[in-house]
């Protein structure tokens, strides 16, 4: 068996494919609708926002789709991407548990998301397009984006969340180096977020406003297209390079597949991507490898959400799309994982979820702290603030193994660094972080505003047709 702490693999082995669950799902994700009329919407509808080969990868029922050579060149800046054996963190806490992680914090930007970002400007650079449009919330996305737009010359132009606009000057400034226009949202430049002004002033801001500021101004203009970092099929599909790897370490270490996958998540892009190719050899090769998504008390929409038709952005510009949600006006606490405050999840882990093929818990911002802060100690990386959730179950599960005895196998996505966010650190050490949980009822209320329809009553009309 053996010791190694780092397990690495050449860049001949970064991934040719990325893996698309849908083609194994026993029930697949059910259509996004058309607000108007209800009815089902073609890809067709989303062209004005996105280029036509992601298009055909977000209905793609194929298994695998191929990387393009120009994609996986530009992967190979910092992929294969290494994977741990945490052996001071198991030490630290004195489990038996084997505790694996894979590092996603040595991209450009310092987490997962130019995994996508890359081949979106990629796709959108083939096709002509001038410049792209997004939203970001803790400055994670708009600085991939930043990147990866740079990588291809194409302009950027990044809606960022007014409070992390406020609070995250160096992710702007990062932004600003790679060549991208940043606006804090909402914003005067839009319809959108001169309505959301004109009712409240000093909104903290929020992804669902900065997702409708963005797609109106690339909805407005032909040359101009939007890119979205989480949610949607193509982006989790993308991220699915991470766990294609990890199952070639783990194999490569000796080491027995995981009994417990974690990862934080906020639309699930990163969940996905480690997780998926595991669910495939649930699915295909009768293993039982449990995947569980570490959530927020405070926006707790996988563990107390309601899975509905529901809107992707606050104004109601998007496709109504079947999502475990808390509602698409909920606006969540200011907790410092600002990329976990999103209202919904992806239709494909929605799905997922529902069918009981992954699962999921919610951790309090402080227990989250305190096990980044242990884990940093032990293994040197600071987490970003959303990785620390998964660390938080980690520790969990680890303690757990401690009063059984059993020497489980967890693996999870250590899936960007904090070295930009010690502010968050700073509150947690001056003691100004609280516990926040939003209750039961906290989110019926914030759900009952959901106005769309269920989804037994679309599964019957999709029956009928
Ligand atoms: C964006 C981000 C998340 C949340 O988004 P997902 O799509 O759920 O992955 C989590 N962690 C980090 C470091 C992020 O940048």
Redesign the pocket.
């Known amino acids: 068996m053996s010791k190694n702490r780092k397990i690495t693999l050449s860049e001949s082995e970064i991934p040719t494919h990325w893996y698309n669950v849908v083609a194994d799902m026993p029930n697949k994700p059910l259509p996004p609708l058309n607000p108007g009329t209800g009815e089902p919407i073609g890809p067709e509808a989303l062209a004005p926002l996105f280029p036509m080969e992601l298009i055909k990868q977000e209905v793609s029922q194929e298994q695998f789709v191929e990387i393009p050579e120009e994609v996986r060149d530009i992967y190979a800046m910092w992929r294969p991407t290494p994977m741990f054996r945490a052996y001071n963190l198991e030490k630290m806490l004195d489990t038996p548990a084997k505790i694996y992680y894979k590092y ?2 040595v991209s450009p930007s ?4 130019p995994n996508t970002a890359v081949p979106q400007a990629y796709y959108n650079m083939k096709e002509g397009v001038k410049k792209i449009t997004t939203e970001t ?2 400055g ?2 708009g600085s ?1 984006l930043s990147f990866a737009c740079s990588m291809f010359n194409i302009e950027c132009e990044v809606y960022m969340v007014r409070i992390s606009y406020d609070q995250k000057p160096y992710r702007k400034m990062m932004m600003q180096t790679w060549g991208a226009d940043v606006y804090p949202s909402p914003s005067e430049r839009t319809q959108a977020g001169q309505k959301i002004l004109a009712q409240d002033p000093d909104t903290p801001g929020s992804l669902g406003i900065a997702i409708s500021e963005a797609v109106e101004m690339a909805a407005m203009n032909d040359d101009v297209k939007y890119s979205l ?3 949607l099929n193509h ?2 599909m993308h ?1 699915t390079i991470i766990g294609q790897e990890a199952i070639k370490q783990l194999e490569k270490d000796g080491a027995d597949l995981p009994d417990f996958v974690y ?11 480690l997780s998926l190719p595991f669910v495939h050899l649930n699915l295909t090769q009768g293993t039982n490898i449990q995947c569980i ?1 570490s959530e927020p008390t405070s926006a707790p929409k996988l563990t107390k959400g309601v899975f509905r038709y529901d809107f992707g952005d606050t104004v109601g510009m998007t496709p109504l799309i079947p999502m475990y949600t808390l509602g698409h006006t909920f606006v969540p606490a200011k907790i410092h ?4 405050r ?1 209202h919904g ?2 239709a494909v882990v929605s799905q997922l979820l529902a069918d009981g093929l992954i699962g999921a818990e919610a951790i309090d911002q402080l227990e989250t702290f305190e096990a980044g802060v242990m884990f940093a100690k032990a293994e040197g990386i600071v ?5 620390n ?1 998964g660390v938080a179950s980690v520790i969990r599960k680890a303690k757990e193994c401690k009063e059984s005895g059993e020497s489980k196998t967890i693996l999870f ?1 250590m ?4 070295n930009f966010d010690m502010l968050a650190y700073q509150d947690y050490f001056a003691g100004n972080l609280k516990k926040h949980e939003m209750t039961q009822s906290e989110v019926d209320e914030a759900t009952s505003k959901i106005d769309a329809p269920t989804i037994e009553s679309v599964q019957e009309m999709l029956a009928n047709m």
């Open positions: 996603e914090g310092g987490s997962h998301k919330g803790a994670q996305w991939a970092g989480s949610v982006v989790l991220q990862a934080p998540f906020g639309g699930g892009s990163n969940f996905a991507g998504a994982a600002g990329g976990l999103y999840a992806g987490p970003a603030p959303e990785a959730h996505n899936c960007g660094h904090g």
